[in-house]
């Protein structure tokens, strides 16, 4: 087997920088060094550019321009989702409803805000348990609603099995509580993999805050974007500057800015085509999976899912065996091993599929995550299908 094939399946991870992406970059690296923050010339062409950019991203999401926060990414972002609009609040006892399913940097957050030391004010968290298909009922968030509530966080789409959480319903439940309530309870939505592929006006999403980076869709890594819905009670979590609105101190860093909006630009333009595309070769790949010689089972709602993301539990054989073999082979994917309860290395998403009679959940078995890009073709997936069959077959005798 050639080790020279390369077939990256691994998108959700990182995606590839577009080559206009690098191109604009490379420019801005090379000419508008200066600090935006400087009165002299440079610097002011340097906030120029800065602001000409910041204004074409509030364009695209639907947005203002000083609702756009430029963050280190977009575990940044999301701490200073939770944790600014956390400061701001003034209960007791702050209540926070979020899922079991969220990204780290939202679920790591919570509980470290849930274990302050006492004697600051006391932060409670609601994980929402998500329905075997992974996606979350919004009665059920409704349902976790309280008069104390200050925030809801929860994803637009999964990393790890792709699924399309429902944002719109979610914003109406809360915005009816908030109604007939008297309440002001945030909603924050952590897009970082639906910004490729799914619908973005933040209007029409009805969110407070959203959270992306650049580095998941085909820009550079290391920038981020927190929107930020005009008079949301919220405030800064670096401190030392007063950039971004006072929302974000630092240096701004007007590459990754110049990378992201160009990455955004290029991404709406091609996301029509790209998802009719991406979802026609997903469902060709998940038949074909379905019809080789091994049992899998598809992690996440079939339908209601990113046109680019496959998981699968192959039952027996532990996945990072799988990983290394389809390196060896070329091909790149990424995986979970599922369903080791208080394991460090399992994975909480798939361990959250496992209730009731789902019995995906066998102790030592994982989860495959293949992620598509703009690169992959129907020969990419053939070959991949091809390649699981041999390494399967090798496998199989050491593990049966
Ligand atoms: N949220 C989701 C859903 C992600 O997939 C990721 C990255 O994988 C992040 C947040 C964190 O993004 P960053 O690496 O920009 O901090």
């Known amino acids: 087997m050639s080790k020279s094939i390369k077939i990256y399946l691994d998108n959700a991870g990182a995606t590839p920088i577009d080559p206009t992406v690098f191109q604009v970059i490379q420019k801005v690296l090379k000419e508008n060094f200066a ?3 400087s009165i002299h010339d ?3 062409n340097s906030k120029k ?4 950019n910041r204004a074409i991203i509030a364009r695209i999401l639907g947005a203002h321009s000083d609702e756009i926060i430029f963050t280190s990414g977009a575990t940044e972002a999301n701490n200073l989702a939770i944790m600014g609009v956390l400061s ?11 899922t079991n399913i969220e990204h780290s940097s939202v679920l790591e957050t919570c509980r470290y805000l849930e274990n302050l030391p006492v004697g600051g004010r006391k932060i409670e968290v609601t994980y929402v348990p998500v329905e075997e298909n992974g996606i979350v009922d919004p009665k059920k968030i409704k349902k976790a609603l309280k008069p104390n509530t200050v925030l809801v966080s929860v994803m637009y789409a999964n990393n790890e099995i792709g699924t399309i959480e429902p944002i719109e319903e979610i ?13 002001k309870i945030i909603f924050h939505t952590d897009a970082v993999q639906a ?5 973005i006006k933040v209007e029409k999403l009805g969110i407070d805050l959203l959270s992306f980076n650049a580095g998941k869709i085909y820009g550079p890594k290391g920038i981020g974007i927190l929107y930020v819905k005009r008079n949301t009670p ?3 979590i670096i401190h030392g500057g007063a950039q971004e609105f006072g929302l974000r101190a630092g240096t701004e860093n007007l590459v990754g800015v110049v990378g992201l909006t160009e990455a955004l630009k290029i991404t709406e333009k091609i996301k029509e085509k790209e998802v009719k595309r991406l979802i026609k070769l997903r469902d060709y790949f998940i038949i074909k999976l379905s019809k080789s010689l091994f049992d899998i089972k598809i992690n996440g709602d079939l339908k209601k899912r990113l046109p680019n993301n496959v998981n699968i539990t192959i039952p027996k054989i532990p996945s990072d065996l799988l990983v290394l073999e389809l390196s060896a082979r070329g091909i790149y994917v990424s995986e979970k091993s599922a369903c080791k309860s208080g394991d460090k290395a399992g994975s909480y998403v798939i361990l959250a599929l496992c209730s009731g009679n789902n019995k995906i959940c066998k102790k030592g078995e994982g989860s495959l995550r293949f992620s598509l890009g703009r690169e992959t073709s129907k020969a990419d997936l ?8 041999e390494i399967l077959q090798k496998l199989k005798r050491w593990y049966n």
């Open 42 to 44: 440079l610097g002011v």
């Open 234 to 236: 919220i405030i800064s």
């Open 88 to 98: 701001k609040s003034f209960f007791d006892i702050q209540h926070i409803v979020t």
């Open 382 to 389: 053939d070959y991949v299908i091809k390649s699981l069959n």
């Open 49 to 52: 550019i800065l602001e000409e």
């Open 195 to 199: 910004i490729n592929y799914l619908p």
């Open 35 to 37: 600090n935006p923050g």
């Open 171 to 183: 914003a109406k439940e809360i915005r009816h509580y908030n109604k007939i309530n008297s309440t």
